[in-house]
Nanobody, 121 residues
Framework: QVQLVESGGGLVEAGGSLRLSCAAS????????MSWHRQRAGKQRESVAT???????VYQDSMKGRCTISKDTAKNTMYLQMNNLKPEDTAVYYC???????????????WGQGTQVTVST
């Protein structure tokens, strides 16, 4: 079974920082890409940042300059360092991974359970 577990969420004041983690475990041969998504109350889920297996990154415009996505390939773990947080960043943050479970297998997508981030004023 493949499992993605997010951690690091919590309550923080505006202007503060948080570091989210997503650890992938189970039968994994290769992770092609991992990404962070968030869902704010009453809104659709949206992409936040993506990192590929070779380290290429893409950020949502509203988060550019305020967050950094990174990974530890050996640990199958992805991180999202968020700084200067704003109340509008309040959301459930989800981890997504596109991975291969065997050398000749296809790539499939998996989601984590999400971690709550609340930014207060």
């Amino acid at each position: 079974q493949v499992q993605l577990v997010e951690s690091g969420g919590g309550l923080v004041e505006a202007g503060g920082s948080l570091r989210l983690s997503c650890a992938a475990s189970g039968s994994i041969f290769n992770i092609n890409a991992m990404s962070w998504h968030r869902q704010r109350a009453g809104k659709q889920r949206e992409s936040v940042a993506t990192i590929t297996s070779v380290g290429n990154t893409v950020y949502q415009d509203s988060m550019k300059g305020r967050c950094t996505i990174s990974k530890d390939t050996a640990k199958n773990t992805m991180y999202l360092q968020m700084n200067n947080l704003k109340p509008e960043d309040t959301a459930v943050y989800y981890c997504f991974a596109l991975l291969q479970q065997s050398p000749d297998g296809d790539y499939r997508g998996y989601w984590g359970q999400g971690t709550q981030v609340t930014v207060s004023t």
